[in-house]
């Protein structure tokens, strides 16, 4: 039996997906031998393309039909996870996105990151080490849902987390005319609950 599900994450794609997992209806395949059915049907029956998407060779793929115990710090492994996690459920996901952002829905996140701070008059801060936890506002989690819908990048997903922190924690007492942007430079935990 596969080790159970870790909500955290180093970056932000993972981290909605995970927090996606909170709202199943179903659990997703447990064995290995079942996530890699699951996700060759999700790959059109095509192991080749599924290997070039989780990144991992294709003999290593085939060797998970056969494995009965995993193990968890096992990189194959950890890219079925989370290809599963991404790909489980995607209409349960959209109605709870949906119902989140109909019911004023609240979205905090708990991180610890190296967070960079550049003012108008172009000085910027070295980069530093921040654990916080925060509630963000509606627009953004808007934002962000709608990005990971399209499968935007990491690098668009951290832009829009950027924004959101220096809005709802660095910004929140300032004037609006102060021109200011926060960088997220590097993730060492991110966790997201809604």
Known sequence: MPPPLRLSAATVQEALDRA??????RNPPR??????????????????????RLDVPVC?????????????????QQAVERDIIRLWQPRVRH??????L??????????RAWLGFTAAAGSS????????TLSLQAPYI???????????SEDELRRILSDTLGACYFHRTRPA??????????????????
């Open 20 to 25: 996606d997992a909170r709202h199943w209806t």
């Open 31 to 52: 064995s290995p031998r079942a996530r890699l059915a699951f996700l060759l049907r999700q790959a059109g029956g095509d192991q080749t393309a599924l290997a070039t």
């Open 60 to 76: 290593d793929l085939d060797s998970l039909r056969t494995v009965r115990r995993p193990s968890e710090e096992d990189p194959v």
């Open 95 to 100: 109605r709870a996105h949906t119902t989140i």
């Open 102 to 111: 109909h019911n004023n829905g609240q979205m905090m996140v708990s991180f």
């Open 125 to 132: 801060d070295d980069p530093r080490l921040r654990f916080l």
């Open 142 to 152: 808007e934002r962000l849902f709608a990005a990971r819908h399209r499968n935007a």
């Open 177 to 194: 005319h102060i021109a200011e942007t926060v960088t997220l430079d590097r993730i060492d935990y991110l966790e997201f609950y809604y």
